[in-house]
């Protein structure tokens, strides 16, 4: 038997072919994975999501701390206001370390505000007046009375609130971020200053996971 | 062959032999070209497996090791187990790893893109788990958050959980997690705001029976769950499909009994209702169009394979374009059927399966130190099918949250 294979059987052998390469060839992202990269936190990184992230906490702890930083109860103050730090509530849908934006303000004032303002280690409390107490019992040396109570009161407390409105539909997740901080002065509940900033981001998941 | 029947040739019947003989000889050239298909289709198709490349056991050290696309199926089931046995820190390091996966799927991601395509089947994507299982996981989460005394991101797992069912295409079931937002309210009523719009959300959510209302001194919480979760496999033709198992168990409801109180503890909330009542998802129509495209493909593969035979055979030795036709129809049919037996729409049934069945909640005013409480699971019947002795102590000025688990 004499075959014949021209272009009909050779052609759609090659179309058959080139299908299978096409289609069956399975390839791996990445194969030796992506090395470290380092990124700046005021940066989107490629790896990102529409809840908090550490862009959001330096753009607003930055706008944060030079709005403190200019009120006049602290530029104007008679000594140095002291200021403690309560605790920012979440109404976000969001589960986020809420001490990390206060600690972030806290720290870019201490470092830049040239001691406009003094912050209160109450967190540290336990540890202080454990030493406060060796120092009273004689278990240790002190450099003053260790009877006279030389805690700071607060002139002020800083604290924040994070609020959002989400939205999702078949086009996507929306999120909205309100942060707002406020001054509030210990001795008469004023709010002496409040700054607020606003987020909103959205996306779109891939097909496979709607 | 046998059933192939005696054919006609030049006025003549040939034998079934014979016939079969002229077949196998026209069949030749694909013969020839077979061994080379076949081999660029083993290579080409071959499965790349990952292997153990991502160790979801970083915690524990004793899970078993999964593939990088199943890391967040086993986060999940580590955390359940985990979570049942009282080891909080490995339960909430688990859950973190799989929610903080969650949080990144947004935009273009080449592991679903993949998982689209004709030739890979639904499974080959990052599991993330069907709502449900995304809900139960930030369930969990905020149970954790709350035992931490962080009521506020325990109601932000909550709200994050309520949201992702609420894009359901079958909006009558939309975000309609009870317990959800009768936690979202008890958190923010803890927190000083103001909590009974979404106890009425709560309310109205509810089936076979009604939320309590809210006790402001209530200082011990209890976070029951009870029953098994429901199970997944695949339907159709092509195993396209994405079906739902209800879990059987014995346990209907639960009852804590503590300090001369006894606190009912119903199902407020079935997991498998939750699973099942979402109506269709945009993957589902992706993977009926794979089905439609595999069944058609092998239909004309048949077609094509059939014609070239009858081609090859009627027109062998008369040295007509019809025999070389009939050696193209040949080979067209059989790629067809390769591709389409290539073609995948087999649905993913990854599936959560540690998950409970119902979950339930109640809540007591206890006064501070240790206090021991007994968790009956009830059958239909109302008789206990297995009793738990949960001992714990309550912490003056925040909450106690105690997890009951039948498992």
Known sequence: MKLNLDRWSVSLSCVAVAGLLAGCASGVQNPRGVSVTEMKADERGFVAGTGVESQDLVRVAD????????????????????????????????PINKDIFLTRIRAQLNSQSAGKVVFLARDRMTALERERDLKRSGQVTSGSDPNVVEFKGADFFLTGKLSSL???????????????????????????????????????EDAVYR | MSNLLPTRRNGDVLSLRNAALKQSKALAPLAMWLPVVMLVFS?????????????????????????????????????????RAGRFDQAKAELDDAIARLGGILGPNKDAASARRLFNEE???????????????????????????????????????????SDAENKTYAGDWALLDYLDGL?????????????????????????????????VLFFVEFGNGPLKYASGQFREQLRFREGTSSVKSAVIKVAG?????????????????????????????????????????????????????TQQGRRSNADEIGAGLLLFGLASKLISGATNPTADTRCWENLPGHLSFAAAELPPGQHTATAEFLNAAGTPHRVKTLTFTVQPGRDTVVFVSDH
């Open chain 2, 43 to 83: 290579t080409g198709c071959a499965t790349y497996s990952e292997g153990p490349a991502a160790s979801t056991a970083a915690v524990s050290g004793s899970a078993p090791q999964a593939p990088r696309r199943d890391a967040v199926l086993w986060s999940y089931r580590n955390a359940a187990l985990a979570l």
């Open chain 1, 63 to 94: 706008k944060m701390a030079r709005g403190i930083v200019g009120i006049p109860q602290v530029v104007r103050a008679q000594g140095t206001p002291r200021v403690v730090l309560d605790p920012v509530v979440n109404e976000t849908r969001f």
């Open chain 1, 166 to 204: 989400t939205t999702r539909s078949s086009k996507g997740v929306s999120d909205y971020i309100l942060y707002t901080f406020q001054l509030i002065d210990a001795r008469t509940s004023d709010i002496i200053w409040e700054g607020f900033e606003e987020i909103k981001k959205q996306g779109l």
């Open chain 2, 261 to 313: 109180q006894t606190l009912p503890a119903p199902s407020y909330d079935d997991v498998y209702f939750q699973a099942t009542t979402r109506g269709g998802r945009v993957m589902d129509h992706i993977l009926a169009g794979k089905a439609q495209f595999k069944g058609a493909t092998d239909a004309v593969g048949d077609a094509a394979i059939v014609s070239g035979a009858i081609l090859g055979v």
């Open chain 2, 123 to 165: 499974a080959k994507k990052n599991f993330i788990g069907e709502p449900y299982e995304r809900v139960m996981a930030y369930f969990y989460r905020g149970i954790l958050y709350w035992m931490d005394g962080e009521p506020d991101n325990a109601r932000a797992c909550f709200r994050t959980g309520q949201l992702l069912d």
């Open chain 2, 187 to 219: 958190a923010s009523m803890k927190l000083a705001a103001d909590g009974s719009d979404a106890l009425a959300r709560a309310q109205s959510h509810t089936r076979a029976t009604a939320l309590p209302a809210y006790v402001p001194r209530a200082n």
